[in-house]
């Protein structure tokens, strides 16, 4: 199987965050160009992503929205924020979120909009592929935990498990590349010695 070439993980990326911000016109485009993106390496994820394009367009907007806040809201299925399925609500999750805060202001981007530790925020700046130790760290240690607990949690049926589903295995293979890229240079590393 062909593996996701990296710069269109960044995409990727990108695609998922807009995908996991509540639904406007444009999700079933972004849906589209999502599976157009996944079907040639990712198949499962690609197919999990097919189930929810049909439910897209299937359901009218507002029932969409409806259903996203059911899902994401803040008495939701789905907290979407990391920190909070890591740390719970106390103070790791606060210092989570102040370095989180630090490594995006290294970087100049910007989680006005919401808390640094909201996964779709967290998305949009691995999309910006700045630091690919940072990003690793990230979503090894951070988003891959954080997205495990949280389908874990879901306690009923919502179209946006398949989205998790689907993105989860995304952020695995990108792990894979990843893992792959760094392998080498390690072994070289050790047999030039110190």
């Known amino acids: ?23 406007g016109p444009s999700l079933s485009d972004e849906v589209n160009e999502c599976i157009s993106m996944l079907a040639p390496s990712q198949g499962k994820a690609a197919g999990l992503m097919y189930r929810f394009k049909t439910f897209v367009e299937q359901t009218p907007v507002s029932r969409m929205e409806k259903i996203f806040a059911e899902t994401f809201g803040l008495e939701g299925v789905c907290y979407p924020y990391v920190g909070y399925h890591l740390f719970g609500d ?16 290294i970087y100049d981007f910007s989680s006005a909009r919401e808390l640094p530790d909201h996964l779709g925020i967290m998305l949009q700046f691995l999309a910006k592929g700045e630091d690919e130790e940072e990003i690793d760290e990230l979503i090894s240690l951070s988003i891959i935990p954080a997205l495990r607990r949280m389908l874990e949690g879901f306690d009923r049926a919502t179209p946006y498990r398949e989205v998790l589903q689907a ?28």
Do not use: C, K, W
């Open 90 to 105: 106390g103070s790791h999750r606060r210092l989570f979120r102040a370095g989180l805060e630090e490594e995006y202001r």
């Open 167 to 194: 993105l989860l295995l995304v952020l695995q293979e990108g792990q894979t590349i990843q893992n792959e890229q760094i392998a080498p240079e390690m072994e070289q590393e050790s047999l030039s010695g110190p």
């Open 1 to 23: 199987m062909a593996r996701i070439a990296e710069e269109n993980l960044m995409e990727l990326y990108d695609l998922f965050a807009r995908i996991l911000d509540p639904p």
